[in-house]
């Protein structure tokens, strides 16, 4: 097993792998020199700022929001992930039931400043943002707290492996902790329920805490609801319910790049990284 991203890359271009995920920071040289061997798709992933809705001022909604404008989050993407990925206004990737076109946060400090007064912070506030050792991450946190930085906000960026970051994010010592949402299933009730349910809090993947009970009960009925439309419906409105409430920095949902050697045969990328198969697959030299 190769654990790091550019060293699997190596190892490709060394012709001693068939397949690999090209990394972010890559991808324009990969497109250059590799073109005819890449795969490009959607990915049903979340890359999110979770804020701990019950952490002092972060309890208010409008400190949330402040946060939303005082990060420029499309020059991060452009920056740290070369534009690969679409922008995120909600939590319901592209591609799945309940995703809807809408205005995001727009990056506007001198609004995230007022914000901030009017909720009682103009001298400023201080937070800890947690982060597992990613490289992707690194660059992502530094970038959020140099934009948090220019509105008041201090920032200390905690690194952990990602083991103890996620646990401190599940007992609720984080006020923002950097992650991303992987589907486990093609359904946008995957990116809404174990996110923001009240039951879900800490160890179940809501991160931020979120405890409303007019979400919940919309969340259940999503969950049980068998009409499709009504789920589709009911979905759209929990997605505008929840960036209307501001529990992430709502960041982006990633586009995969993978490369396939020209000797390979029958691989794609599945849209669920879980249902990878190979069985498919042959080599012809």
Known sequence: MIPESFTQAAEYESERLSVVEI??????????????????RAALRAVYIAMNTTRGPLADVRVRRAINHAVNVPAILDRVAQGRGVLAAGSIPPGLDGFAERARYAFDQDSARALLRAAGHASGLKLQLW???RAE??????AVQADLGRVGIAVEIVERDASTARSAARKGDADLFLSDWWADYPDGENFTYPLFHSSTAGTGGNYAFVQDTTLDRMLERARATPDSLAKLSLLAE???VVFERAPWIFMWFPTDLWAMRPEVHGW????????QRWTTVEIRK
């Open 23 to 40: 990394p972010a920071g890559e991808t324009k040289r990969w497109e250059r020199e590799h073109g005819p061997e890449l795969q490009r």
């Open 131 to 133: 982060r597992s050792q």
């Open 137 to 142: 991450f690194a660059r992502i946190a530094q």
């Open 238 to 240: 929990i997605d505008r």
């Open 268 to 275: 794609r990328y599945p849209a669920v990284f879980t249902g």
